[in-house]
């Protein structure tokens, strides 16, 4: 089973950084911005990441919650966090459970060697924990921004 535009996204829980556990029924009432990443401290990644808390404050003010995930550790993501001080968690997906509801695994090549990696996505759910927006094969340059435009318009 995998979310769908315009349906109630299924409840699902993760670690995440901060010794928290992300449950989806704790933001009920707020607007939750999922970012998926392939890796941390990577280029694209990083620069991504750089964005969402640049634009912190305004996500705030639009009553939304940002979560950025991808299957790196707990320990990785902690000091990922710390090394750019993201106001926000990150969710660890190690088993690759939420990335799998969000259907974001594909099949990717480096260097003529394929292997299974995160699509770099990004998904608006709102207050009522209904997915109301999508982004795949995200493009990092003005990404946050086009987020920000969408919540404004919601």
Known sequence: MSVTLNETVPHFSAPMTSELTFDLSQYQGQKIV???????????????????TEHFNQFVTLNTRVF?????????????????????????????????????????SMYGKK?????????????NGKLVAEWRKVKVPGHVNEVLETLKSL
């Open 68 to 108: 950025g995930i991808s299957r790196d550790s707990l320990r990785k993501h902690e000091n990922f966090k710390a090394k750019y001080a993201m106001p926000f968690e990150l969710i660890s997906d190690e088993d690759e459970t939420v990335c799998s509801l969000f259907d974001v695994l594909k099949e990717k």
């Open 115 to 127: 292997y299974i990696g995160i699509e770099r996505s990004t998904f608006i759910i709102d207050e």
């Open 34 to 52: 999922l970012y998926f990443y392939p890796k941390d401290n990577t280029p694209g990644c990083t620069n991504e990441s750089i964005d969402f």
